[in-house]
């Protein structure tokens, strides 16, 4: 099994800056992709941004130029560092890990941008 662990979310201004974390641990095999997933208030969860083990990156139009992804494949450690953030990514950000045999999920971390 495979657990994720989130850190990083919390109330931030417009404008503002967030850094979220997400380790993974546990039996792990062979990592092909991680990233972050959003869900806000009534709305299906979407894609904010991934990156596979190559290195390949993808983002939300929504987030480009904004977000950064990136990875530490020493420590099974995605990163996303968020900034300019809007009222519009309020929500709670899901942690995904694809590996060799399944994909797992964060239990999420709340980021909520305010005046």
């Known amino acids: 099994q495979v657990q994720l662990a989130e850190s990083g979310g919390g109330l931030v201004q417009p404008g503002g800056s967030l850094r979220l974390s997400c380790a993974a641990s546990g039996s792990i095999f062979s990592i092909k992709a991680m990233g972050w997933y959003r869900q806000a208030p009534g709305k299906q969860r979407e894609l904010v941004a991934t990156i596979t083990s190559d290195g390949n990156i993808n983002y939300a139009d929504s987030v480009k130029g904004r977000f950064t992804i990136s990875r530490d494949n020493a420590k099974f450690t995605v990163y996303l560092q968020m900034s300019s953030l809007k009222l519009e990514d309020t929500a709670v950000y899901f942690c995904?890990?694809?590996?060799?045999?399944?994909?797992?999920w964060g239990q999420g971390t709340q980021v909520t941008v305010s005046s």
């Open positions: 995904h890990l694809d590996e060799l045999i399944g994909d797992y």
